[in-house]
């Protein structure tokens, strides 16, 4: 409780306030002695310009000439000391005696304090203390015939000189005080701000938080990236680098996001600044589910804060899952259509027609028995010739004539079975989708080669072709030609092309039909990598 007691702003207002007091009170009295040297250096110099002018008067020497000095210089000293504001004027022998002094009893009696260099020839001032108390006095030569005939002494007393400055106090504490509350109404506000800003939290507490979150951003199991307004990256934890392919060793803090080689999706997803909830992201080698929410605190937003969840297991087991419930529901169709023939060559049986039943049961074992050979014969890969072999099955339940091309030939072991299937059933479905609608015929083609070191698919159909200005958006996840698809499928494809470092391409793109090509090189050396296969649409 002590530490939100005297939170930062607090404390930073706390001190403020004390720098300013001693700033402003140092100023004060500073000020104070600077004023006090400018009035005395004043009266010093005052003092000795009246002095000299006394001691220049021509009947200040015919008075000290006279039987009786007094007479006329104390009438004359006096007037002179009202008439210049000065304390006393005084005029003397060379032996100290006084001719004139502002309090009478003292004419006649000598001179107390110092006149060795006016005795000399020389004026000065001094700062002594008579019988008016302190004062700064200047003492002038009388001169007569180049002989010193007497002396002068104009002083201005330190009683007086204080009082002068007493009466520029109130100035110099106004100001002082004006100072006093602009710099307390601007710590106060700053310290306002400051409060809004960190939340009324002490430096222990947000020490504690920066720690509780560093452990928590380096321990947390989701990906966590943090983008502020100029669309820079501000913050990535371990998990986001690992899903993001970053890197744990490289600078990133700063750096524009467009730089990070991001996928293009996510790049475009974080450039929006919008909210978006379980958004699916395809890099090479991982699906992502992103979550992106604006940051904002009372105003405009300050960036994004965007969330990723490696779904690449679950997404393939999903694929998976799709792909045998799609087999599953051929198979049904299959054994529905079966059983409508059964029924029709024991109807043709129990009729007495018993060759046109061994014909009808012949020709339709062939023509399986035919597919399934030229799929087998051709396809190696027993994976990839079963998902062939039920996707004949379900383009002939659609009215869509599905062939293999005879000239289709794959060995075993050239490229993972999963990365296979994700390839050819995303583009069969894509094929079987675009034809599905169209005007009979409707065809579908299918040929899978191996040659010069990489796998070649390569898939065409009679549907209404793809436009040429949308062939460099086909493979970008969320593209599709249907109204209410997800556009899915050729992304998958598109992501395991640059898995491997191959390349698709659509060969006549336009109206008549549409042939994508895919090509996948094989590896170099050592036994092929596993994978799942992903199929969407």
Known sequence: MAGRKWSIAGQLFALQVLVVVVLVTAGGVGAALLARADATEAAREHVLAVAE???????????????????????????????????????????????????????????????????????FVVVNTGTLGESVRAVVPVRDAGA????VSVGITTATINHELLGQAPALLAATGAALALAGTGSW?????????????GPAQITRMYEYHDAVLHSVGEGLVVVDADRRLALVNDEGRRLLGLGPGTDLVDRPVTDLGLPPALVELILSGQAAHDELILTADRSLVANQRPTAFGGPPHGVVLTLRDHTELRALTSELDSVRGLTEALR????????????????????????AVRLASDELAIAQQLTDQVVGAIAEPALAALLLGKSAQAAERGVELAVDPDSRL????LPAGDLLTVVGNLVDNALEAVAAGEPPRRVRVRVTEAAGEVVVEVSDSGPGLPPERVADA?????STKASGRGLGLALVGQVVARYGGRHEVVHPGPGGTVLRVRLPLPAAGPARTSSGEHGS
Do not use: C, K
Not at 148 to 151: C, E, S, T
């Open 53 to 123: 002018t006394v001691a220049r008067t021509p009947g200040v020497v015919e008075a000290l000439r006279s039987p009786d000095p007094a007479a006329v210089l104390a009438p004359y000293a006096e007037s002179v000391r009202a008439g210049t504001d000065t304390d006393f004027v005084v005029v003397m022998a060379p032996d100290r005696t006084r001719y004139a002094h502002p309090d009478p009893t003292q004419i006649g009696r000598r001179f107390i304090g110092e006149i060795g260099p006016a005795l000399s020839g020389r004026p």
């Open 148 to 151: 010193v005939v007497g002396l």
């Open 189 to 201: 506000q700053l310290s306002r701000r400051l409060r809004r800003q960190t939340h009324g939290l």
């Open 333 to 356: 169709s299959q054994a529905h259509e079966a059983a409508n023939r059964l029924h029709t060559v024991l109807t043709l049986v129990e009729l007495g027609r018993a060759d046109e």
């Open 411 to 414: 060995d075993v072991d050239t």
């Open 475 to 479: 493979f970008r996840r969320g593209w």
